[in-house]
DNA sequence: CAGTATCCTTGCGGATACTG
DNA sequence: CAGTATCCGCAAGGATACTG
């Protein structure tokens, strides 16, 4: 059975949050949620200042196109800060802004439960996957 | 300046992290990103127990198909449990999982950290967003 | 009431080739 | 090296109409 402390602290949590901005809390997740935004958060938080060919090579199956999109995106987030040096052949390096430190910072319980219940969620992958999943 | 100490707990917890299924973190920020479904999580985590109609009336501007689209997702993921009542008319009530609390309350701190940094948000939004915008 | 069935637009993601 | 420029397929999301 659930806890329903929880529930309540949830209840009173979310009421809270709710007078805000949802869209905003969406907005961060989808980005988030992008193909390699988490990965290239993950690598530069990790390992600190990073040119664009490095981050390339550290995170395998990312395209050039991609690589930039992502990078822009998080820059236009906040979260990555370009540092272009002006100088031939090109050198930009990327780091993590103190935002993107703290996004990475409040999502490491997250990953955490995600795969402490990863059971969980395979276990309903496989319940519904097979009955229905051709029809999506 | 940034917390030197954060930055390397990161580091030991990301990489303790990079040996599991980074592809099962991005899959749950995926869906949990998509347009309706942290509105209805959240809802359903306040409400406890609603049927289709009365979601939708809680969520202003979801459309049916969205609304049930999202549901089954939620329900393939475990987040979200769908009772069918078979009768005529249709009844169907949906509720959270106790993995779908789990989620819940794990994303009240990110949610949280994000309204606290909505002004760091925006003004990055406002840097760049008038500078490129046009271009994307 | 709780959905399906169509049709449409948008943007993600990828492949490939090219440039300063 | 650090990008752009084009091309494409696919899925999310939305509008509208219909059904058991």
């Known amino acids: 059975m659930i806890d329903k ?29 992008n193909r390699w935004s988490l990965g ?5 938080g990790v390992a600190g200042k990073l040119r664009h060919a490095e981050i390339g090579r550290r ?3 990312v395209t050039q196109r991609m690589l930039t999109r992502t990078l822009r995106q998080l820059e236009r987030d906040g979260l990555v800060i370009r540092h272009d040096y002006r100088e031939m ?11 993107g430190y703290g996004l990475l910072t409040q ?30």
């Open 89 to 99: 052949p090109p050198r930009v390096e990327y780091e993590l802004s103190p935002l």
């Open 40 to 44: 290239i958060v993950h690598t530069l």
């Open 5 to 33: 402390t929880l529930i309540e602290h949830s209840q009173a949590a979310c009421d809270a949050l709710s007078a805000d901005d949802d869209g905003l809390k969406r907005d961060v997740l989808t980005h988030a949620g």
């Open 107 to 136: 999502m490491i319980p997250l990953w955490m439960w995600v795969i402490e219940n990863a059971d969980g969620f395979r276990a309903a992958r496989e319940r519904f996957g097979d009955a229905e999943a051709d029809d999506e």
């Open 59 to 61: 995170m395998s199956g």
